[in-house]
């Protein structure tokens, strides 16, 4: 049984408070749902698929890369990479370091019903809206705002980015 523990997160009141307020699977839910919501609407409804949820915590909480990525998605990613290769230090181990919360926030959200597990293995938005407009955000900092303008921005640039097995190849990882 403890084998199986370090693959569950530990209790709310366990956690240290910078992880615990960092990494909310409320808010990490709502960063993945805007990129899925954006990356929809860029594919023409097309799903997400699943494997590229685990991309979104890593790059948009770490304020490096969420601040290096290209200002429009006229820039393509596998030549932004190419001028950003710094910004794949250490993306692997990040990703898997982020996994547990990523796992955490993807069954808040469909358990919310933020997010929708689709019959053909991607993500959808699901029927419970989550709105991040600025009415409804008065307690976002003005970093958290920027996380999920970042969000959606992600969404949009992987949805042009071509399949999910070039950019988890582009990023350095791999289902």
Known sequence: MPELQRYFMQPWANRPV??????????????????????????GGRQMPFALVFLVLPIIMHRGTREALPGSTVTALLPWLQENREQLVDFPARVRRLKPFSQEAVMFGVGYGALVLADGGGLLVGRKKVSTTEKKTDLFTLEARECVDRAAFLGRWLAAAGTAATILAAWGVSP
Do not use: H, I, Q, Y
């Not at 990494?23 to 919501?37: Q, R, Y």
């Open 18 to 43: 910078e992880e615990a307020n960092l990494f909310n699977p409320a808010f990490s839910a709502t960063l993945m749902t805007k990129t899925v919501g954006d990356f929809t609407k860029k594919a």
